[in-house]
């Protein structure tokens, strides 16, 4: 007989279920022995054989390099995603993608952010784009933290310029901060340089003086 371990669901819903005289019950991120012949139920009641996390419902997974099974459709359910970008899937639906090449995230690692620009002008209003912002993991959520806040403004994924900028020339430090439940370094903070620069000097005017020099008449 085959023993697997076994998650309860992460909601908290059906974390002790009984039937044919045999009980199972555990709480969210801890694995308890189940003979292989009650898998089944267990798992239409939202158990899983794969390790969750407290308040995370999805298991994150990698697609294969093979881009011809990175999109497939469970059940209704479409999966998509390009080669070394992890999503969120439904527990029930990871044995069929393992079996179709993809593979399991047990481990996720926030990585530091970058911007795609990092500077503005004296005269940016508020709102103008500085940069996107980069390497964010799929799923998670950005905020900004720590000093100078409002010089900028964080707006689905782009750094603006903020109501209350310094208004002079120079380089001042933002710090963003990512959060993603089931990373291990969640929540994770990166600090970023931004430049505020003086404006282009306004072009010189060049007058052109057209003169007029009258020679008097031969006689």
């Known amino acids: 007989m085959a023993i697997i371990q076994m998650w309860p669901p992460n909601q908290g819903l059906r974390n002790s279920i009984s039937f044919d005289g045999r009980t199972y019950s555990s709480v969210p991120g801890v694995s308890i022995p189940v003979p292989g012949f009650d898998m089944p139920v267990l798992q239409a009641n939202g158990w899983t054989t794969y390790p969750t996390v407290a308040g995370k419902t999805t298991i994150t997974m990698l697609p294969p390099a093979n881009s011809g099974h990175n999109q497939l459709t469970i059940n209704g359910r479409t999966y998509v995603a390009a080669p070394g970008v992890a999503i969120e899937v439904q527990p029930f639906d990871s044995p069929v993608l393992e079996a179709n090449g993809w593979s399991l995230v047990t481990a996720i690692v926030l990585q530091g952010l970058t911007l795609s620009a990092n500077s503005f ?26 000093s100078d806040s409002g010089a900028v403004q964080l707006v689905a994924g782009v750094l603006e310029v903020g109501a209350t900028p310094p208004g002079s020339p120079g380089n001042f430090n933002i710090q963003i901060t990512e959060t993603l439940a089931g990373a291990s370094n969640s929540p994770n903070a990166t ?8 404006d282009d000097p306004a072009p010189i005017l060049q007058l052109r003086l057209k003169m007029t020099v009258a020679f008097p008449l031969a006689a």
């Open 191 to 198: 600090v970023l340089s931004i430049s505020e620069n003086a």
């Open 121 to 146: 002008t004296v005269r940016a209003t508020q709102g103008t784009a500085i940069g996107s912002v980069q390497g964010a993991t799929a799923g998670s959520s950005l905020s900004l933290t720590g």
